[in-house]
């Protein structure tokens, strides 16, 4: 038994799929065009950063390819 069995701290804890939701929350809010100012979580918290990644997956690759336009 490791240190984190059996405590919550493990992989696939009911954390981990809370934060895998938001990350995916944040990816289907980009994917609908929202922008990254409908986060609904606090700033600062755990939450709203998972989000913020979650929209990041899929609107950083656009802006990567639109910084890269702009220098072809």
Known sequence: MDATEGKGGGAGTAEDVTQDAVHAEGRA???RGEG????P???GSSEYRRWADGHA???APDAI????ADFA
């Open 57 to 59: 997956s899929v609107t």
């Open 65 to 68: 390819a639109d910084d890269l």
């Open 29 to 31: 809010s980009a994917e």
């Open 41 to 43: 979580h606090p700033a």
């Open 36 to 39: 990254a100012d409908k986060n």
